[in-house]
């Protein structure tokens, strides 16, 4: 099995051709030529305690020692010396799979198809870790017509490899969707906490078990907020979470959410999910001379009192972990930010913060106090590039440290500011939606 990579070189090129050829570390280089290639075989070591190991060069359309001046005058002689000036690219081989001498071969084999035409490349096997490797360098500048090298996708990379690989009876690397998922989501799911990925799981397992067609099933998802795309058109199919901008490829979340096996859930599905009332829900009739009490409008007197109603209905308070299926669709999306509302709900209870106009006016203080801190830090600093004693130049460095971390310090405060501005609108628009439902579900009941 081979694993490919390939990355845009935009430094100088003779470090990277020096890595991957490794003179500093040779000795006893044995020199032979075969098939117009040069072979340079070179035995060096680590440190004295370590096998001695050796690896492969060789060039193709150039000779390796003097790849990098080969290189510069192909594009000295287009006008081409800017931009990507060369492409990086390895191939790596599981341990014990092949032998020094075939993992080289595969190596050139895989360079001539790519680039051989038109491109110079060096191609070097690396012998020192057990998962025998191929660097490969290719001049972003073909020899023959000036053009810029195009083959350099790393899909197209790994698609030679795995047919090079195939006609020399090795295994290749299985065609799966790659990660989308960051470490620190990969931590929290681990941990049981919820991240995007668990709660679009739990709608998609609860719109299905509702469904016994595709259009349920999108009604299903839109009624708890998501944005779907479901075109059989599309090779797959994504949801997009509730304030959330980048959608979801529900083929991320597992073999049960392909496109193919979720339409074979649905159809699996009885019509007996579409579960009926047992009584017919009657309308009232509202008279117009009857005197109808009008729902109390939804308030809060303060910005403390609203984080902790929110809190409340979130879970948090009191301490416990909360389903996020038992949730207002409004609400999930905000356990995962569980831990900026309680950094928001602390700094409100602190600073005994109760309106809107009271963090306005925390915020302007904090902001002018940051202009303050910021003018006197710049003529410390113009102090300091004067000729001063050492012990005085020491009291200075001292001062712009303090005063560095107490401009970090209010920054961090009027962001926390915006913040909560910002969030507050948010919640109370969710908090007035959720209780409209409320009060429709608590009227049809009735």
């Not at 990579?5 to 006893?28: A, C, R, V």
């Not at 709608?203 to 099933?217: T, V």
């Not at 708890?224 to 979470?241: C, E, I, M």
Request: glycine residues 4%.
């Amino acid at each position: 099995m081979a694993v490919t990579k390939i990355w845009p070189i935009k430094g100088q090129l003779h470090h990277s051709i020096n890595y991957i050829e490794n003179h500093d570390k040779t000795s006893n280089a044995l020199v032979c030529f075969e098939d117009q290639s040069l072979l340079a075989v070179m035995h060096y070591a680590a440190d004295n305690a370590k096998t001695e190991k050796r690896f492969y060069v060789s060039g193709i359309n150039c000779n390796p020692d003097y790849a990098n001046d080969q290189f510069i005058t192909v594009k000295k002689q287009f006008d081409k010396e800017g931009g990507i000036i060369a492409y990086h690219a390895y191939q790596s081989f599981a341990p014990g799979e092949v032998t020094p001498a075939q993992a080289h071969a595969i190596g050139l084999e895989l360079a001539k198809e790519l680039w051989g035409d038109n491109f110079q490349v060096v191609v070097a096997t690396h012998l020192n870790t057990d998962c025998y490797h191929n660097h490969l360098v290719v001049n972003s500048i073909s020899f023959k017509d000036g053009h810029r090298c195009r083959q350099a996708k790393w899909y197209e990379l790994q698609a030679f490899s795995d047919r090079i690989c195939l006609a020399h009876d090795l295994s290749t690397v299985e065609n799966k969707i790659g990660k989308s998922r960051s470490q620190h989501e990969t931590s929290l799911s681990e941990a049981g906490m919820p991240t995007r990925y668990n709660l679009a799981k739990a709608a998609i397992d609860e719109a299905i078990g509702k469904s016994c067609n595709l259009q349920e099933f999108n009604s299903h998802l839109k009624a708890l907020g998501y944005s779907t795309q479901f075109n059989p058109k599309r090779k797959y199919w994504t949801v997009t979470l509730p304030g959330w901008k980048k959608p979801i490829r529900l083929a991320r979340l597992g073999d049960d959410y392909t496109n193919e096996r979720i339409l074979a859930r649905i159809t699996e599905n009885s019509p007996l999910v579409r579960i009926k009332a047992f009584q017919e829900r009657k309308t009232r009739t509202q008279l117009s001379h009857y005197h109808v009490r009008k729902p109390r409008p939804l308030f809060y007197g303060s910005l403390y009192k609203l984080y902790l109603h929110y809190c409340y209905r979130l879970g948090i308070i009191p301490k416990g972990r909360q389903n996020p299926n038992r949730l207002h669709y409004l609400l999930r999306d905000d356990l995962i930010k569980v831990d900026q509302l309680s950094a928001e709900f602390r700094y409100l209870g602190q600073n005994k913060i109760g309106t809107i106009g009271e963090l306005g006016i925390r915020k302007n203080t904090s902001q002018q106090s940051l202009e303050v801190l910021i003018i006197d830090r710049d003529n410390l600093r113009k102090r300091l590039r004067r000729k001063v004693p050492d012990n005085q130049k020491e009291r200075i460095k001292a001062q712009i440290s303090a005063t560095s971390n107490q401009i970090k310090s209010l920054r961090r405060e009027v962001k926390l500011c915006e913040r909560i501005e910002e969030r507050s609108i948010k919640m109370r628009d969710n908090l007035q939606t959720i209780n409209k439902e409320e009060r429709r579900k608590e009227y049809y009941k009735s």
